[in-house]
């Protein structure tokens, strides 16, 4: 599978963004998908997760209320839809594919298998 993620860029504070992440495959419906970000200097972070059909989302306490992630099963594609930026939330996002058929929780690294480039969310004050 290949991910690729785009829509990042520079925004101020307060202000909204929307990342998206387009897989290649017939099965991308099956899965788990999720973002993650990293902020230099700092481990990567869980920021939000979707189930297969798109209808449970799980976030980190840091976004719940500002983010919101959503799945396309017809066009294959995860969106982050971020509101109320805070320069805190300046990082590189990644998405990511989940394990298939696992017990995890989805909130860690080490549950998803396949992840994309990242792309750079900048939030200036």
């Known amino acids: 599978v290949q991910l690729q993620a785009s829509g990042g860029g520079l925004v101020q504070a307060g202000g909204s963004l929307r990342l998206s992440c387009a897989a290649s495959g017939s099965t991308f419906k099956t899965y788990v998908m999720g973002w993650f970000r990293q902020a230099p200097g700092k481990e990567r972070e869980f920021v939000a997760s979707?189930?297969?059909?798109?209808?449970?989302?799980n976030y980190a306490d840091s976004v719940k209320g500002r983010y919101t992630i959503s799945k396309d099963n017809t066009n294959n594609t995860v969106n982050l839809h971020m509101n109320s930026l805070k320069p805190e939330d300046t990082a590189v996002y990644y998405c990511a594919r989940g394990r298939l058929y696992y017990s995890g929780t989805y909130s860690k690294s080490n549950d998803y298998d396949a992840w994309g480039q990242g792309t750079l969310v900048t939030v200036s004050s």
């Open positions: 979707i189930n297969w059909n798109g209808n449970s989302a």
